[in-house]
């Protein structure tokens, strides 16, 4: 059978004939440390971004009432998971097209840029809507970054990662999200612990985007440090040899065509997991504080217990699908969050299950698809397009699923519909169950390099 890596259109990443500049010498560990540390980065500032909104949401946005200011703030969270396809199509082909290292350290690099700036930006007091319009923009340029980022570490990943031990290392570097998620609340919580509630929202909430930004940083030395992919290596070394004119890369287009079915099926996967993911670690203390059944803060300590687990079934998950297959341990993911979520909820908010238990559950259930979505979808399209393949269903998926759900959460919950809200979840969570049938175990591919 051929392997997905040999066919598609080739890579272009150098003009024909030219001496390729010296890359840094291949360093397994080096290079799953340079995928995993954007992910840190990536899931900080944005969760950071939304469990701050309550504490800068006065400082920054215009509005009548808590709630109309709250709620602006959201629609900032929003708008920047609206441009995520856009970001996901230009540096996702640059990905492509001039390296998964370069990639790489361009999202990082905006990501962190975003962080430093939010730290910086004048109150709504001082300058007025223009302070609105410069969180929005911030948001929009890391938007455009986070776009492209998982997806750049998903063909990174794909295409470095041993034989034998591609999903976990998926799980590894996807478990970057996952430490980043947790080092927010963390963070949240040392705030609250030493300004204060009322220190937070007085200006003590820039402390948490600082601490993103020089997280960035960090994250740029170690990814500049790391090496290119050798599969990317070798299908621009083999364009620029057969051509000697043309030094354009092909459109990735028509490749996107022949495989729209894998495009909707990457869709309804990242939907499904995007959905519980965003409800239980963005949403969730709001829900359980609403429903009668915690505290903000008892929730937003059961979630650290619940990033334990969720990262033990990332780990487990990605060893397990080494040996039996990606799709079991995806499909078993989606159909416990499918039926369970509701009633696990449900007899949350009746008392007869605690909190910690609810989030253990469910985020365990969350880390099965998790461990392995990134590198199965890699494998689903050729090396030629595989950033952008795998870069726009996703964020096309998370801005409607994921960039909206505290907005709609908000909303519904003003409404007093806040009961509806685990069904969400649940439905999208089956959904994706179905999708993933509609695809057979793909083989893993072969790469260039041995180990």
């Known amino acids: 059978m051929t392997s997905i890596d040999q066919v598609g259109l080739p890579a272009a990443g150098a003009a024909p004939g030219a001496t390729p500049a010296p890359a840094p010498a291949r360093r397994p560990r080096r290079e799953l440390a340079a995928a995993t540390v954007g992910s840190v980065v990536e899931a900080y500032d944005w969760t950071i971004y939304g469990i701050l909104a309550p504490y800068f949401a006065e400082a920054l946005f215009p509005g009548t009432s808590p709630t109309a200011r709250l709620i602006a703030a959201y629609l900032g969270f929003a708008l920047g998971f609206l441009v995520r396809p856009l970001g996901s199509v230009l540096i996702g082909r640059l990905t492509d097209t001039r390296g998964r290292r370069y990639g790489l350290t361009l999202t990082v690099g905006l990501i962190a840029a975003g962080s430093l700036f939010l730290a910086l930006v004048p109150g709504y007091a001082s300058i007025g809507l223009a302070a609105p319009l410069l969180v929005v923009g911030a948001r929009l340029v890391q938007g455009l970054s986070v776009g492209a980022e998982n997806p750049s570490v998903a063909a990174y990943v794909t295409e470095t990662a041993p034989a034998g031990r591609r999903y976990f290392y998926s799980a590894v570097s996807y478990g970057g999200v996952v ?23 007085d200006g003590a909430w820039r ?11 960090t994250a740029l030395w170690i990814r500049r440090g790391a090496a290119e992919s050798t599969v990317f290596t070798a299908t621009a070394t083999a364009t620029a040899t057969a051509t000697a004119t043309a030094v354009k890369a092909p459109s990735p287009w028509p490749v ?8 909707a099926v990457v869709f309804a996967i990242t939907s499904g997991a995007t959905t519980a993911f965003y409800f239980v670690t963005v949403d969730f203390p709001s829900y359980a504080e609403s429903a ?3 505290t903000k803060e008892e929730t937003s300590a059961a979630l650290l217990l619940g990033m334990v687990a969720l990262l033990a079934a990332m780990l487990g998950g990605g060893k397990a699908a080494d040996r039996i297959g990606a799709l079991p341990v995806l ?30 559950v469910l985020l365990f259930l969350l880390g099965l698809p998790l461990a392995v ?17 795998v870069g726009l269903p996703t964020a096309a998926a998370i801005s409607l699923f994921g960039g909206t759900f505290p907005m709609l959460a908000e909303l519904l919950r003003s409404a007093g519909l806040g009961a509806w809200l685990p069904w969400w979840p649940a439905l999208t969570a089956a959904a994706a169950l179905a999708a993933s049938w509609a695809v057979r175990e793909h083989p893993v591919s072969v790469t260039p390099h041995a180990r």
């Open 331 to 360: 499909r078993l993911g989606f159909a416990g969050l499918a039926l369970g979520s509701v009633p696990l909820l449900l007899a949350m908010n009746a008392g007869r299950v605690p909190v910690t238990v609810v989030t253990v």
């Open 256 to 263: 996107l065509r022949a495989h729209l079915g894998r495009l």
């Open 292 to 294: 009668g059944a915690a």
């Open 373 to 389: 979505s990134n590198v199965f979808a890699g494998q689903l399209f050729p090396p030629a397009v595989r950033a952008v393949a």
């Open 179 to 201: 430490l980043g998620s947790a080092l927010s609340f963390i963070v949240m919580n040392v705030l609250l612990g030493v300004f204060g509630e009322s220190g937070v929202e």
């Open 207 to 217: 402390y948490g985007f600082a601490f993103g930004g020089l997280l960035g940083l």
